[in-house]
C-alpha cells in the first residue's frame, strides 16, 4: 500500500470527498468526479439531498457529543473536505478546549484540512487509512491530541457504507472502541438498505464510484457492536434530534439513510 501521506492527487480517478462535497454544492471537482454525480443523478435526481441531510446531521451529532454528552475528545474518521460547521467548529463553540483529529485517506483533504485549520492548536488532520485502527491510533498526532483515558468521540459518519463487506466494517469500528474507554461515545451514519428503491442507487455507487453499500437496519446495528443507542436510536436522519418540525411521512431519499450515537458501557 502506498503511504497516503505522500500520495499524489489522482484526478483521474473520482474521489469519494469531492463527489460528496460536489453534492454538498462543492466546486472543487474533476472531470472524473462529474462523471459520477451525472449517473447518481441520473438514477436518483434528489441524491444531492442524501449529502445534505448527512452533513446536516453531523453538525446536530456533534452539537449532542460536545453539549449533552460534554465530550472534549473526536476522533472524526472519514472527515471529508472542509465544508460548513466542520466538527472542530461545533464542537469548540460549546467546549472550547476541544480536540480533533480529522482523518482521511484523500490527500485533498489534508491540503484544504490546514488552509482551513491555520493556527487551530487543537486541530489536526492525519491523511491514513481507517482501515487500519492500530497505524491511526498510534500516529503521533492522535497520541499527542488524544487522551485515551477519557471519554472519545468515535466518528464514522457517512464513511462505513464506503467499506465493503469484506474489509470488515465491524472489525474496524472494534479496533477504536477497543482503545476508548466506557462513556465514549460512537456516531455512525449509513445508507439503508430498503430494498428496490434503494438498489438501483447502489448498484450506480458500486459501479461509478466503485463503493456505496446500502446495508439492512439489522446489519448497521451490529456496527454499533452492543454500545447502547442513545434516543432517538437509529432513525433516518430527518428524524434523528431535529431542529424543526419533521413531516409525518418521509420522502425516499430520508429514508434511504438513517444514523445514531451510543454509548460504551
Ligand atoms: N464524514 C464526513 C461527513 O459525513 O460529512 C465526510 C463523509 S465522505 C462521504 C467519506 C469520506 O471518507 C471521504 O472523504 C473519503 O475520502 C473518506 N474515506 C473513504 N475511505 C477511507 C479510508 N479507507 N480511510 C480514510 N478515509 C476514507
Redesign the pocket.
Known amino acids: 500500500m502506498t503511504n497516503?501521506e505522500s500520495a499524489p492527487f489522482d484526478v483521474s480517478k473520482p474521489?469519494?470527498?469531492r463527489?460528496?462535497?460536489a453534492l454538498?454544492g462543492g466546486k472543487d471537482y474533476y472531470p472524473s468526479d462529474e462523471h459520477v454525480l451525472e449517473h447518481l443523478r441520473a438514477t436518483m435526481p434528489e441524491v444531492d439531498e442524501l449529502?445534505k441531510l448527512?452533513?446536516a446531521v453531523?453538525g446536530r451529532g456533534v452539537r449532542y457529543l460536545a453539549g449533552q454528552a460534554g465530550l472534549k475528545q473526536y476522533l472524526?474518521?472519514?472527515?471529508?473536505?472542509p465544508?460548513m460547521e466542520n466538527t472542530h467548529q461545533v464542537a469548540q463553540a460549546l467546549q472550547p478546549d476541544a480536540r480533533v483529529v480529522y482523518?482521511?485517506?484523500?490527500p485533498?483533504?489534508l491540503a484544504h484540512g490546514r488552509a482551513l485549520l491555520g493556527k487551530n492548536g487543537q486541530t489536526s488532520v492525519i491523511t491514513?487509512?481507517?482501515?487500519d485502527p492500530a497505524a491511526v491510533l498510534a500516529h503521533p498526532d492522535a497520541q499527542r491530541m488524544i487522551d485515551f483515558s477519557e471519554p472519545v468521540a468515535v466518528?464514522?459518519?457517512?464513511?462505513l457504507?464506503?467499506?465493503h463487506d469484506n474489509?470488515n466494517p465491524a472489525g474496524v469500528v472494534d479496533g477504536y472502541l477497543d482503545a476508548v474507554p466506557a462513556g465514549s461515545h460512537l456516531f455512525i451514519?449509513h445508507f439503508l438498505d430498503t430494498g428496490e428503491e434503494s438498489r438501483a442507487l447502489e448498484k450506480s455507487f458500486l459501479n461509478f464510484l466503485g463503493?456505496g453499500r446500502f446495508r439492512t437496519r439489522a446489519e448497521i446495528m451490529r456496527l454499533f457492536r452492543g454500545c447502547e443507542l442513545v434516543e432517538p436510536g437509529l432513525v433516518p436522519l430527518s428524524r434523528w434530534r431535529p431542529d424543526g418540525i419533521v413531516r409525518e411521512k418521509l420522502t425516499l431519499v430520508e429514508e434511504i439513510i438513517v444514523g445514531g450515537i451510543a454509548v460504551k458501557s
Do not use: F, Q, W
Open positions: 497516503p474521489s469519494i470527498s463527489v460528496y462535497d454538498l449529502a448527512n452533513r453531523l472524526d474518521l472519514g472527515a471529508g473536505l465544508t482523518v482521511d485517506n484523500d485533498i483533504v491514513a487509512d481507517l482501515r466518528m464514522l459518519v457517512g464513511m457504507h464506503h467499506l474489509e451514519t463503493t
